[in-house]
């Protein structure tokens, strides 16, 4: 059945949210008509089964495609889409991307569309005394919690790491529940450079001081007050740790350190072997010796199940495979990206790029790894050994070095990207365009630091990042686009349609 | 041509009138004459006839032929006067013997008549036969002519039968016409007689009188000797008298329509090319002659083709092909539009300005139409100009260098191929009060260390600009220089600070490298100890060799484990590659000779002062460096840079690079290793950055003056896999080099200038004051006098 979009009074029975914009939209090209096949992935959104194809004029441009699909489906309250013509975000008339594309009119347009990302909106800052390196969330569709579903929905909270060394944990409310002790009381030595969730009872921390920390964490029964409790040290890395990755189902940690080595670790004290004597505190110098001295806490100290070292220089990043967790993946400062067997602590692959990586994400459902490097750009790879072209997309937009990725959890092709330049970008992999042969992706949002917002009207660019650095970002579908950075805060930011959904 | 011809006819007319009026005119002078004749009668028959005979002969011989003439004359030359008559009778034979000579050419012409046809058969240049004919006398052959009056009527008949006579016969009223006197009783009377004018010493063969020109017959003469017109009054240009003119007359010679058999096609024409083509139809005529003949010849004949592998040939080396003028435009028109039509203005200034200075060599013209454009009024000077140019200036051809500037210049990568290089600042540094004077990146490349004015020495984390350790070495003095020991087994940071250097561990790093760190650093404390007789020595030699010590307690909490004591300020530090020895320069000016350079050995806690002398020229020493490979220690003072050989205590080199005051300078790191020499780069306080090739010379190989103030700093990109150098300047800003050495010892090194960095504010005349580069990665720091540090990449 052939639906003819209403652009005649006569027949204009659907009452058009934006019909000015149609009427502008179908004047500039009032003959030409293109006929539109309009599907959704999503079963909810989609369009009853007896909609044919639709007549609509080529002028449209996303908004009003997107008060047309809103009319159709009969929505009270619009919802904002994107539409898709072959994999690709139509971001101009259909017009002007028949034209480019050279598609005849007279063909029908397959055209998907799917919720557009609502531009994230600061919704708090969570205030803290030094430069806050890590942030993570535990909420109901977090990782951590993927596996207990013992808590309610609504206890979310966000575990933050900073540079003084010391972990928080803190309710929606801004208020911290329960921190982590100081160095004198088992606490980390030195600054924090990454901190997880492994579950809702148990934190993992790392940081220069070249451990991994595995935290015991309760709280009251009214959610207002909690505990940090040292529950494990490991021993292993011989510099700085700059990232953590969890396995939480088989219990296992990947760490990666400035000594050029992956650590691989458990979180159980069974599983672990015993530390090595060298790299223990008491073993250190005159300094670790009278630290140690005034340390009351004996904590539990274990060594690595394997330390995965080829690469030549700092690791920056090492991370699980979403789907297997056998295979991990580190990115380093010697611009190579590579695949470990995990159970063998085997190197797989080596994939060399250009530029020192400085973060990493793995998208399952493409099959690509996201690296953000020194270069301000995010190079996505294909690991698998199939792959002929080491970059299969470039997204660029930073003006700084990219030091952290993550998902998003609403769609296998979103990505949020935390920057050295004090800037968040999300990128889609659909939004991309190909220059010079190589397909290069422009990011759909920017978010920019609230605290420079604040501080500083007249320098709102800093050179270098300088005081607005993004150290980590987290993406929570409940609670939202978590950022923390040089600024000393943890930035939530969110869009509308994540909520609602 | 109608009046010509008829003026003509008349001149002809008045000629004859003229010659009969001749001996009216002469009457007075031929009375003398013929008195002479009349006397001359008796005695003249017998010499006369031998001259009639001859003269009758002549005639005859006339009609015969050229040749016998020729022979004649030449067989006649018994009387030289013979030629004068015969010339008289050429002379006039239409006028004075028309009728003998046509009575005498008709009976010969009528017998050649009977022998042979009235034509000749030529051959013409086709081979056929051509039939001339002779032409025809256009006189006409009536004997009827003007009768002479006096003239005489015998007839034709030969004069010699008159001989025995004394008349030579009659005249046309039948009186006798008496023969002339002759002889030589005349001859004495023409001697005395003056000859008169008009004399020719000839007989009138008519008359038989001498033959005397009159007056007007000389003047006639003279006229036709002076290529004159004879005529007297005759106007050779009298005004043409057009009877068809182009100009359209008022009352036109006819009113009369055109005919018109004017505009149709004649007839007659079209019967005779009908008659025409009906014989070529009939085939009377051919147009063509058939070629069966030729083309069995031309089968037979073999011909070649001397030109059938002609190929186009090169042109005459001296062959210059002529300009190529562009087409003429609107100006050169004859009539141009107006608008390219100068204006008065235009006109007088360009009739003002001189030739040489005019933009055009003509003015546009408007004639209106073709026909009215006069002759090139230039022609014959620009005629004359360009023999002048072909005569003066020949033609030579010079062999022109025809070389593209560009192609000399060395082909320089284009930057963005050069990549990476730092192009943004990636972090800043803050926290240090004052200027930080060095700045220096760990061997591991995670670690940045500073040193600065408000004496402290700090420790930042590189990537995000953490700091991480501070020490404060000094109250007031500043941290002039920190340098990291090279190798990657230890992490120790030498700082100079006032009078000492300090060496610390700081507390950044890991248990076993830390455990390593003070290992290296108190081995020296046992061999001091265990060995203190060589130290006696040394001092007894040189008393002020300085014994490292211990640190105070709150620097020895913070990291610092020995001590130096120079006793005088250290400005410059530079470790050996292997990390045991670093040689510290201290330039003040007050320091002593001997102790300005010293080089200490970490492992013995030893000190060394290996120059007891101020180097010659050029002031204190500034820096020092060890050579990446060789033992080899290169000390620069204010002017020059020594190399010294260390282990053979040797001057090898003197490089000089032409600066007044050298700030800095930097070794290659991959100097000498391959087969490339030491590549050395030079920053001097007068604005440069000099490339030194040792292998080239002692002078620069390139010298860079793009900074607008004093260079600072000097640095190569350690390792070598990066061809980077980046110098720091006084103008606040950096700028990055692209320096390729090659183990090619033919090939010089490249060097393209690849990007400034500025950031750094200037703060007391002082910009950026140290720099240094990442181990691995293209990454650069840079310390500035405004208190910040930055990371480049």
Same mark, same amino acid.
């Given at each position: ?501 | ?251 036109? =010679?006819?009113?009369? &329509? @055109? ?5 149709? +096609? !004649?007839?007659? #024409?079209? *019967? ?128 022109? =260098?025809?070389?593209? &500037? @560009? ?5 320089? +990568? !284009?930057?963005? #191929?050069? *990549? ?374």
């Amino acid at each position: 059945m052939n639906l003819k979009l209403p652009l005649t009074p006569q027949t204009n029975g659907l009452k058009m949210n934006n019909g000015q914009d149609l009427a502008t939209g179908s004047h500039q090209a009032a003959q030409r008509q293109v006929r539109v096949q309009l599907t959704s992935q999503h079963e909810e959104l989609a369009l009853p089964d007896n909609t044919g194809p639709i007549l609509v004029p080529t002028g449209l441009r996303r908004y009003a495609l997107s008060t047309l699909v809103n009319n159709l489906l009969g929505n009270d309250k619009p919802i904002p889409f994107e539409f898709l013509i072959n994999g690709a975000f139509l971001r101009t008339s259909i017009d002007e991307y028949l034209t480019a594309n050279g598609i005849s009119s007279e063909t029908t347009l397959e055209i998907e569309y799917v919720r557009a990302l609502i531009p994230p909106l600061h919704i708090a800052s969570f205030e803290h005394d030094d430069w806050v390196s890590a942030v993570d969330v535990l909420s109901a569709s977090s990782l951590a919690s993927a596996d207990s579903s013992s808590r309610s929905q609504h206890q979310e909270r966000i575990l933050s790491g900073s540079y003084d060394g010391l972990l928080r944990v803190w309710n929606m409310s801004s208020q911290v529940i329960a921190m982590s002790p100081s160095p004198t009381d088992g606490g980390h030595t030195s600054s924090i450079k990454a901190a997880k969730f492994v579950s809702p009872n148990s934190i993992v921390s790392a940081g220069l001081d070249r451990t991994v920390r595995l935290w015991k964490y309760s709280e009251s029964r009214d959610g207002f007050s909690g505990k940090i409790a040292p529950q494990l040290e490991l021993y292993g890395h011989k510099s700085g740790i700059n990232s953590l990755a969890i396995h939480a189902p088989s219990n296992r940690i990947l760490s990666s350190s400035a000594d050029h080595s992956v650590g691989f670790w458990s979180t159980k004290k069974s599983d672990a072997p015993a530390a090595p004597e060298t790299l223990l505190p008491s073993a250190g110098s005159r300094m670790s010796k009278r630290r140690k001295l005034n340390t009351p806490v004996s904590v539990s100290q274990r060594g690595p199940l394997a330390l995965l070292s080829s690469h030549t220089a700092p690791v920056s990043a090492a991370i699980f495979d979403a789907n297997d967790s056998t295979v991990g993946y580190s990115a380093s400062w010697d611009h190579s990206l590579r695949t470990w067997d995990l159970v063998t602590a085997n190197l797989v692959d080596t994939r060399i790029t250009s530029h020192s990586l400085l973060s990493l994400e793995h998208l399952p459902d493409h099959h690509l790894l996201a690296t953000g490097t020194s270069a301000r750009h995010i190079t996505l790879i294909d690991p698998r050994a199939s792959a002929t072209t080491i970059s299969a997309m470039t997204l660029r937009g930073h003006t700084n070095a990219v030091v952290t990725l993550a998902r998003d959890p609403n769609s296998t092709y979103g990505l949020v990207s935390g920057s050295h330049d004090g800037t968040c970008r999300i990128w889609d992999l659909r939004a991309t365009k190909t220059d010079k042969g190589a397909a290069v992706g422009d990011s759909v949002y920017s978010i920019s630091r609230r605290s420079l917002e604040e501080d500083s009207k007249t320098n709102s660019k800093r050179v270098g990042g300088e005081g607005v650095k993004v150290f980590s970002v987290c993406w929570d579908r409940e609670v939202g686009l978590l950022s923390a950075g040089e600024d000393k805060r943890i930035q939530v930011n969110r869009g509308d349609v994540l909520s609602s959904s | 041509m109608p009046a010509l011809k008829a003026s003509k006819k008349r001149k002809a007319v008045t000629r004859d009138v003229e010659e009969e009026a001749e001996p009216f005119s002469g009457d007075e002078l031929g009375a003398g004459d013929l008195g002479g004749d009349l006397s001359d009668n008796a005695h003249e028959l017998s010499s006369d006839e031998d001259d009639s005979d001859s003269e009758i002969e002549l005639i005859d011989d006339f009609s015969d032929s050229e040749d016998e003439n020729g022979e004649e004359e030449l067989d006649s030359d018994e009387i030289p006067s013979d030629g004068n008559d015969s010339t008289v009778i050429e002379k006039g034979p239409g006028t004075t013997f028309p009728p003998g000579d046509s009575s005498k050419g008709n009976p010969s012409s009528s017998k050649e008549e009977e022998e042979q046809p009235n034509y000749r058969i030529e051959k013409d240049a086709n081979g056929n036969d051509r039939y001339i004919y002779d032409e025809i006398n256009p006189d006409d052959n009536s004997d009827y002519s003007d009768v002479d009056e006096d003239g005489n009527t015998i007839g034709n008949i030969p004069l010699s039968f008159y001989d025995q006579y004394p008349h030579i016969g009659y005249d046309i009223n039948g009186k006798k016409i008496l023969r002339p006197a002759k002889g030589e009783a005349l001859d004495a009377l023409l001697d005395t007689i003056e000859i008169p004018k008009g004399w020719t010493g000839l007989t009138d063969p008519s008359t038989g009188k001498p033959l005397e020109l009159s007056q007007d017959e000389l003047e006639l003469l003279r006229k036709v000797q002076m290529n004159e017109i004879p005529e007297e009054g005759y106007n050779p240009y009298e005004p043409l008298l057009e009877w068809f003119t182009t100009e359209k007359e008022i009352m036109p =010679l006819s009113a009369a &329509p @055109e005919p018109k058999r004017r505009f149709v +096609p !004649s007839k007659h #024409e079209a *019967k005779r090319v009908m008659k025409i083509v009906k014989a070529i139809r009939e085939g009377r005529i051919l147009p063509y002659k058939p070629p069966t003949e030729e083309d069995e010849e031309e089968k037979a004949l073999i011909k070649y083709d001397l030109w059938a592998d002609e190929g186009e040939r090169p042109d005459h080396p001296m062959h210059i092909p002529a300009p190529k003028l562009p087409p003429p435009g609107y100006e050169e028109s004859y009539h141009p539009p107006p608008e390219y039509l100068p204006d008065k203005k235009e006109r007088k200034a360009w009739e003002e300005a001189d030739p040489e200075d005019r933009e055009q060599e003509f003015l546009p013209n408007d004639f209106g139409s073709l026909r009215k454009v006069p002759g090139y009024e230039n022609f014959v000077k620009e005629k004359f100009e360009r023999c002048l140019d072909l005569y003066l200036a020949p033609r030579v051809r010079r062999s022109k =260098l025809n070389i593209d &500037p @560009e192609s000399l210049l060395p082909k320089l +990568p !284009s930057p963005e #191929e050069l *990549k990476p290089f730092p192009t943004a600042c990636a972090a800043v540094f803050r926290g240090h009060k004052g200027r930080v004077r060095s700045i220096a990146v760990d061997p591991t490349g995670i670690w940045l260390a500073t040193g600065g004015d408000d004496g402290t020495a700090r420790v930042w984390e590189l990537l995000t600009g953490r700091q991480l350790w501070s020490i404060k070495l000094s109250d007031d003095e500043p941290v002039n220089v920190v340098r990291w020991r090279p190798g990657k087994d230890a992490l120790i940071l030498a700082a100079a600070a006032s009078d000492n250097v300090f060496l610390a561990v700081p507390p950044i790093t890991d248990p076993e490298t830390e455990q390593a760190s003070l290992e290296v650093l108190d081995a020296g404390w046992g061999y001091a100890a265990s060995k203190p007789a060589p130290r006696d020595a040394g001092e007894e030699k040189k008393s002020t060799s300085p014994q490292w010590i211990r640190p105070s307690g709150a620097l020895t909490d913070s990291g610092v484990c020995a001590v130096i004591p120079l006793r005088y300020v250290a400005k410059s530090i530079s470790w050996h590659r292997r990390g045991d020895y670093f040689v510290t320069v201290c330039s003040g000016s007050s320091t002593p000779a001997s102790v300005a350079i010293a080089i200490h050995t970490v492992s013995k806690h030893l000190t060394q002062y290996p120059f007891r002398r101020r180097i010659k020229g050029g002031g204190p020493p500034q820096t020092a460096h060890f050579h990446p490979s060789k033992p080899i220690l290169f000390i620069a003072n204010q002017r020059t840079i020594r190399a010294y050989d260390l282990s053979r205590q040797l001057l090898v080199k003197i490089v000089q690079p032409g600066a007044r005051w050298i700030s800095s300078f930097d070794i290659h790191p991959t100097s000498s290793t391959a087969a490339g020499g030491d590549n050395l780069i030079v920053g001097s306080y007068d604005r440069r950055l000099l490339w030194h090739d040792l292998e080239l010379s002692q002078r620069p190989y390139k010298t860079l003056r793009y900074h607008r103030k004093a260079i600072r700093a000097v640095k190569f990109h350690p390792g070598g896999r990066y061809p980077l150098f980046a110098d720091a300047s006084d103008d606040g800003s950096l700028q990055i080099f692209h320096g390729n050495v090659t183990g090619d010892m033919l090939s010089n090194a490249t060097i393209v200038p690849l990007k400034v960095l500025k950031g750094h504010k200037i703060t007391g005349e002082l910009g950026v004051l140290d720099i240094d580069w990442h181990p691995r990665e293209a990454w650069c720091v840079s310390a500035g006098a405004d208190g910040t540090c930055r990371l480049w990449m």
